[in-house]
Nanobody, 125 residues
Framework: VQLVESGGGLVQAGGSLRLSCAAS????????MGWFRQAPGKEREFVAA????????LYADSVKGRFTISRDNAKNTVYLQMNSLKPEDTAVYYC???????????????????WGQGTQVTVSS
């Protein structure tokens, strides 16, 4: 499974960005997907996750109400719509995939088997 993120960039505080993650796999709808981020000097942290059929979306408290995760299984793509961006959202954003059930470990990086290379998001104040 190869995952390729796109859509990052520089935006002012209060602005919006939409990240995309394209998966090169025939069976994309087998995978639960997640977004994580990592700021310089910090550990990788959970942002959002979505189940294989889009039936359940999970969010970190820090982004709830501002970010929306979605997926299009026909396009093998998962999205992260980010609104009301804050300087503290600045990080490299990674998408990740797993065939394991998200259950109670959806926010743990080790739950995910495949990772993209990341895309930089910078929010200026």
């Amino acid at each position: 499974v190869q995952l390729v993120e796109s859509g990052g960039g520089l935006v002012q505080a209060g602005g919006s960005l939409r990240l995309s993650c394209a998966a090169s796999v025939r069976t994309f709808n087998w995978y639960n997907m997640g977004w994580f981020r990592q700021a310089p000097g910090k550990e990788r942290e959970f942002v959002a996750a979505i189940t294989w059929n889009g039936g359940t979306m999970l969010y970190a408290d820090s982004v709830k109400g501002r970010f929306t995760i979605s997926r299009d299984n026909a396009k093998n793509t998962v999205y992260l719509q980010m609104n009301s961006l804050k300087p503290e959202d600045t990080a490299v954003y990674y998408c990740a995939a797993t065939t394991s059930a998200l259950a109670d470990r959806y926010n743990v990086p080790s739950r995910y088997d495949y990772w993209g290379q990341g895309t930089q998001v910078t929010v200026s104040s």
